[in-house]
T-cell receptor, first 112, second 116 residues
């Protein structure tokens, strides 16, 4: 059983560009959460998707958007990239009943 | 406001010594609590979790944690630290009463260094 997978592993973008990160949840999990982890910081909650809808959102601007597909996989899109968007982006999935969040290895985004 | 505080930003211990990492939370609903570990350049791995029942929970790699409701704490302990335990440790809290809302509130982490 594959765990949470994320792609790509690393990404380098230029300010102003747009980026799409992808996540496949653990088998049987229907909820996907995205986190941003800046260097030396704890994860910051971006948003959570359940049944193809954004269910909850953290304190991130509208430049950050997402999508969940019927197979529960998810995308995180960031528009108009800023230098401050450089971080490790983590995807986590959860199933039912209540269970811990299983994390993927993350995507390291560098904005130059 | 919901929050998690890890008072110690950085801790250094000698190999073989005991370890305690502190975690305090402020959460209005019934909490469920986690400790995760993150090695350099790696994702987050669950060490242990508390949902209900026995307040002393055992985790992987010889770690344990004790939930103390009166102190709003969930401290992580290990009786004898190994050099491979050097990593970043995160405490997180979520709600058992939030339906399908699985959002976790995270502490800023404690960086553990282990001296040989």
């Amino acid at each position: 059983d594959a765990g949470v997978t994320q792609s790509p592993t690393h990404l380098i973008k230029t300010r102003g560009q747009q980026v799409t990160l992808r996540c496949s949840p653990k088998s049987g999990h229907d909820t996907v959460s995205w986190y941003q982890q800046a260097l030396g910081q704890g994860p910051q909650f971006i948003f959570q998707y359940y049944e193809e809808e954004e269910r909850q959102r953290g304190n991130f601007p509208d430049r950050f958007s997402g999508h969940q597909y019927p197979n529960y996989s998810s995308e995180l899109n960031v528009n108009a990239l800023l230098l401050g968007d450089s971080a490790l982006y983590l995807c986590a999935s959860t199933g039912t009943p209540i269970d811990e969040q299983y994390f993927g290895p993350g995507t390291r985004l560098t904005v130059t | 406001a919901q929050s998690v505080t890890q008072p110690d930003i950085h801790i250094t211990v000698s190999e073989g010594a005991s370890l305690e990492l502190r975690c305090n939370y402020s959460y209005g609903a019934t909490p469920y609590l986690f400790w995760y570990v993150q090695s350099p350049g790696q994702g987050l791995q669950l060490l242990l979790k508390y949902f209900s029942g026995d307040t002393l929970v055992q985790g992987i790699k010889g770690f344990e944690a004790e939930f103390k409701r009166s102190q709003s704490s969930f401290n992580l302990r290990k009786p004898s630290v190994h050099w491979s335990d050097a990593a970043e440790y995160f405490c997180a809290v979520g709600s058992l009463n939030a339906g399908n809302n699985r959002k976790l509130i995270w502490g800023l982490g404690t960086s553990l260094a282990v001296n040989p």
